[in-house]
T-cell receptor, first 115, second 112 residues
Framework: DAGVTQSPTHLIKTRGQQVTLRCSPKSGHDTVSWYQQALGQGPQFIFQYYEEEERQRGNFPDRFSGHQFPNYSSELNVNALWLGDSALYLC??????????????FGPGTRLTVL | QQQVKQSPQSLIVQKGGISIINCAYENTAFDYFPWYQQFPGKGPALLIAIRPDVSEKKEGRFTISFNKSAKQFSLHIMDSQPGDSATYFCAARPSGTYKYIFGTGTRLKVLA
């Protein structure tokens, strides 16, 4: 059973460029969340997608946008990159059960470096 | 601003010893408190989690203690092993939301 997969593993971009990161959720999961993890910090919530719609958003600017496809996979897009966007971007998937304990399973992340 | 404060930043423990990591929160409206373990180059992996109506939960060598009145919760790793060397994050989920707020992490090193 494949866990959460993310691509690419590493990415180098320059300031002002745009980037798209991809995530495939764990088999059977229908919800995808994206987090940004700066070096030496804990992950910070960007947004969550369920049924192809953004269900909740964290404190990130509109330059960060996403999409969820009918097969539950998801993309994170970041426009007008700046140096501060350099981080590990984590995707987490979960299954909406209505239970309080909807465990989020994280992928290995995409390391984005902005020069 | 909802926050979760985690301490210590780093911890060194002898093999077989007890590792203790503490977290405190400032907002009472959290409904779920998971702990994650992260190895270099990997994403965080769920270790153990607790609800606020439970004071303690144990799974193998890992125990969460929860003090609702003090707004604190801690992770105890009994019989710590070199393979436990990793970064540990506490997290909390605000009630009625789908996001987790993470602490800043504790880098644990268990000496052989």
């Amino acid at each position: 059973d494949a866990g959460v997969t993310q691509s690419p593993t590493h990415l180098i971009k320059t300031r002002g460029q745009q980037v798209t990161l991809r995530c495939s959720p764990k088999s059977g999961h229908d919800t995808v969340s994206w987090y940004q993890q700066a070096l030496g910090q804990g992950p910070q919530f960007i947004f969550q997608y369920y049924e192809e719609e953004e269900r909740q958003r964290g404190n990130f600017p509109d330059r960060f946008s996403g999409h969820q496809f009918p097969n539950y996979s998801s993309e994170l897009n970041v426009n007008a990159l700046w140096l501060g966007d350099s981080a590990l971007y984590l995707c987490a998937s979960s299954l909406l059960t209505g239970s309080i304990a909807d465990t989020q399973y994280f992928g290995p992340g995409t390391r984005l470096t902005v020069l | 601003q909802q926050q979760v404060k985690q301490s210590p930043q780093s911890l060194i423990v002898q093999k077989g010893g007890i590792s203790i990591i503490n977290c405190a929160y400032e907002n009472t409206a959290f409904d779920y408190f998971p702990w994650y373990q992260q190895f270099p180059g990997k994403g965080p992996a769920l270790l153990i989690a607790i609800r606020p109506d439970v004071s303690e939960k144990k799974e193998g060598r890992f125990t969460i203690s929860f003090n609702k009145s003090a707004k604190q919760f801690s992770l105890h790793i009994m019989d710590s092993q070199p393979g436990d060397s990793a970064t540990y994050f506490c997290a909390a989920r605000p009630s009625g939301t789908y996001k987790y707020i993470f602490g800043t992490g504790t880098r644990l090193k268990v000496l052989a």
